[in-house]
């Protein structure tokens, strides 16, 4: 019988888990006791499901090893950070490597989630391998399968997006069992049979995404050294076929900022140092300090003293409709504002902690910073005067 563990229970693994159990016995398994305890009482602190998802009669949790290891199916979904020097960090990798390690058995299936640089799965197998004395594709089967879900979207989720499957062994056994599972968990599966490309698939899907806005941050600086407007320029361009249109802002989270330096570490390792995958990187690392300046500017020419300077900072998670803030540069833009001006005020919906922002508080601020682009901050907008809109990003300039 089938029995699945998912390793690592953030906002890949839990989803995949929630949608495993309609069919099989699950066990989440994660090694944070805070994490386990409140998935255990019903609670999801990243706020993406209900006690009812939570509760489900298959889905077990633990942070016990002795609760994983008569399973035969292993899901790995363990973070894949980077390092303050932005090399890749793979400790949560090698981690879940000798847990494995110690309750790998003959028959046994491992799917890899994470984001990794071509190879990574490779090597874990090699090490696993090493340590198990059991080998890959004879006595048991490793697969990549990455990662595409993108939080806060309604439209695109794990039931309609396509998801890449690499297996490189020739089990027929195994193959139908991958099938029907993961089958489960999206409606059509991509296959391939070459891993190191399913790995360097998911890298470049981010870094395109990556580059892109990076384009389009620079495009409006440059319009802003020029004193041009942003949206009209788009909007002229937009007219020919083959433009593409793209919203420039502030990266953040868990996959942009970070990937592209995956690929661009191990393509550095083979003796190519990218130049165009950086420069995006670059160009938006560089959005916040852009921001600082944009705004202080903004409030300098207004000419009111500092000490009656009141600003409000609207859209604080790295994207609208999200509640994460990994790696979320608003964040440290609020942190500038509030050093540098004692009324500074952070507003996001999404944000559990945030402080409220009613109709009668609009008036108390001088200014409000707009770092996100939606619907509630497009109605707060509406509702102010233009001297006090602070929109780096001609969000909501018309
Ligand atoms: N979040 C996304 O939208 C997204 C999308 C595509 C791909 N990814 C990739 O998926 C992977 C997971 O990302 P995430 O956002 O779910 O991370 P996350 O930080 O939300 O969750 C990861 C979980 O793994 C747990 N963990 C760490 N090491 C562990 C170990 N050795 N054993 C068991 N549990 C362990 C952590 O405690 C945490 O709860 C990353 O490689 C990420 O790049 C994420």
Known sequence: MLKICVIGLGYVGLPICIKLAKNYKIVGFDINSERINSLKKGIDLNDEFKKKDLKKKNLFFSKNIQDINNCNFYIICVPTPITN????????????????????????????????????TGEFINKLEKKTKLVNNRDFSTCYS????????????LNNINK????EGNN????????????????????????????????????????????????????????????????????????????????????????PYYLTYIA??????PKVTLSGRHVNNYMKKYV?????????????KKNKIKICVVGLTYKY????????????????FRKKFKFTKGFDPFLKSSDKLDNNELKKYNFFIFLSKGEK??????????????????YYSK
Do not use: M
């Open 268 to 273: 550095k390792k083979r003796g190519y140092k």
């Open 321 to 336: 409709g999200v509640a994460d803030i990994r790696n979320s540069q608003k964040i440290q833009i609020l942190k500038y």
């Open 377 to 394: 901050f497009e109605n707060i907008a509406n509702l102010l005067s233009k001297k006090k809109i602070i929109d780096p990003f001609f």
């Open 292 to 304: 600082i300046d944009f705004a202080n500017f903004f409030i300098q020419k207004s000419r009111i």
């Open 146 to 157: 990455p990662e595409r879900i993108n939080p806060g979207d309604k439209e695109r989720n």
């Open 85 to 120: 020097s932005k090399q890749p960090d793979l400790k949560y990798i090698n981690k879940s490597l000798l847990l494995l390690s110690k309750i790998l058995k003959k028959g046994d299936i491992l799917v890899l989630e994470s984001t990794v640089y071509p190879g990574v």
């Open 164 to 167: 890449v499957l690499a297996y």
């Open 172 to 259: 027929k056994k195994v193959k139908i069992l991958l099938k029907s599972v993961y089958k489960k968990i999206c409606k059509k599966l991509i296959l391939s049979k070459n891993i190191r490309e399913a790995e360097t698939a998911k890298g470049i899907e981010n870094i395109q995404r990556d580059l892109n806005i990076a384009l389009f941050n620079e495009i409006l600086i440059i319009c802003n050294k020029l004193k041009l407007n942003f949206n009209e320029v788009v909007r002229l361009a937009s007219t020919k076929w083959n433009f593409l249109n793209f919203a420039p802002g502030l990266v953040g989270g868990h996959c942009l900022p970070v990937d």
